[in-house]
């Protein structure tokens, strides 16, 4: 969970962001109202974190989404 979702220079600046940090791919990625579901593994979590507290955005929440399949 991202702060700031609703303004579009944010989810702009997110996605410039995250496609320029090579980390992820951009088909990994989907934008939501309140952050981005990203597909990656446990192992880069800590190298996103550390990219968008760098430039500035405000995490309020890392979680994995629940699959009951699993």
């Known amino acids: 969970m991202i702060g700031g979702m609703e ?3 944010i989810e702009n600046k997110l996605i410039d962001i995250i496609n320029e940090s ?3 791919e951009p ?3 989907v934008l939501k109202y ?3 579901e990203l597909n990656i593994t446990i192992q ?3 190298m996103v974190i550390e990219l ?3 430039n500035n955005f405000s995490i309020y ?3 994995q989404i629940y699959n009951p399949a699993k």
Do not use: A, C, E, T
Request: no cysteine; charged share 15%.
């Open 34 to 36: 309140n952050g981005i």
């Open 52 to 54: 968008l507290n760098k």
């Open 7 to 9: 303004v579009p220079s």
């Open 27 to 29: 088909d990994d990625m």
């Open 22 to 24: 090579n980390i992820i």
């Open 61 to 63: 929440g890392v979680y």
């Open 44 to 46: 880069q979590i800590p």
